[in-house]
């Protein structure tokens, strides 16, 4: 009874593989008969339009021609533009006004005719720790 079942497994199995190789060579087939393209030539890099001796070929055997192109015979130069004379005009100048600074009178460091206040940080003779010095600024 389990025999006979493989067996009849076995049977659907090779039977899903024929039919699918032979749909698969049926579209192949079908497939080159509709996209059937023409013959391809032997040698790629052969010129195109006729072939030479044919009184529609271009002339020549293949050498390159050189063609020298001359300037023409008169070269014309444009006449300059006129250009409108520009009559000067004056300008009145006005004098500059001389600044005069006042000389500014700086006292010599540590004297000062200000008195500061009587309480507080940096007063002379002062008693208090300070904070050494660790701000980053003054």
């Known amino acids: ?32 008969l509709i996209f059937q393209t023409g013959q391809e030539r032997l040698w790629p890099y052969a010129a195109a339009g006729p072939a030479s001796g044919d ?6 055997g293949g050498a390159m021609r050189s063609v020298l192109l001359r300037p023409p015979l008169e070269i014309v130069i444009p006449p300059r533009p006129e250009v409108q ?3 000067p005009v004056e300008v009145q100048v006005q004098p500059l006004e001389e ?13 000062s005719d200000k008195e500061g ?19 980053m600024e003054g």
């Open 1 to 32: 009874m389990f025999a006979e079942r493989v067996e009849q497994r076995l049977r659907r199995d090779n039977r899903v593989w024929r039919l699918g190789l032979l749909f698969s060579i049926l579209f192949h087939l079908i497939a080159f």
């Open 55 to 60: 009184p529609h070929a271009a002339a020549g």
């Open 85 to 87: 004379a520009i009559e």
């Open 99 to 111: 600044l005069s600074f006042a000389e500014v009178e700086l006292s010599d460091p540590g004297e």
């Open 117 to 135: 206040p009587d309480q507080g940080p940096g007063l002379p003779g002062g008693e208090g720790g300070g904070d050494a010095g660790n701000a």
